[in-house]
């Protein structure tokens, strides 16, 4: 089955960096779109990168030129380099792929931007 295991994330102070990790089992990796997606209490998940098959990808406004996505099909892994943080990206960030019209989660990994 699917699986989706995040790591990577915690405390950094504003202006910091981290990087996310995001582990996928159970699919043909190599052929599926990524995404990571964050979320705060009270508000929807919103996307904040996505990446395609063969590398293609986007990013939300408020990220973009500070994040980047990668992935590394040899190893089914997805990442999320974050840079120049700040306050307003603390939220719980989630690995997402999707196949037809089921989304597919790993359990997320928190994000904390304070100092």
């Known amino acids: 089955q699917v699986q989706l295991v995040e790591s990577g994330g915690g405390l950094m102070e504003p202006g910091g960096s981290l990087r996310l990790s995001c582990a996928a089992s159970g699919f043909f990796f190599g052929a599926a779109t990524m995404a990571w997606y964050r979320q705060v209490p009270g508000k929807q998940r919103e996307l904040v990168a996505r990446?395609?098959?063969?590398?293609?990808?986007d990013y939300a406004t408020s990220v973009k030129g500070r994040f980047t996505i990668s992935r590394d099909n040899a190893k089914n892994m997805v990442y999320l380099e974050m840079n120049n943080l700040r306050p307003e990206d603390t939220a719980v960030y989630y690995c997402?792929?999707?196949?037809?019209?089921?989304?597919?989660w790993g359990p997320g990994t928190q994000v904390t931007v304070s100092s």
């Open positions: 990446i395609r098959s063969y590398g293609g990808s």
């Open positions: 997402n792929t999707q196949f037809g019209p089921i989304p597919y």
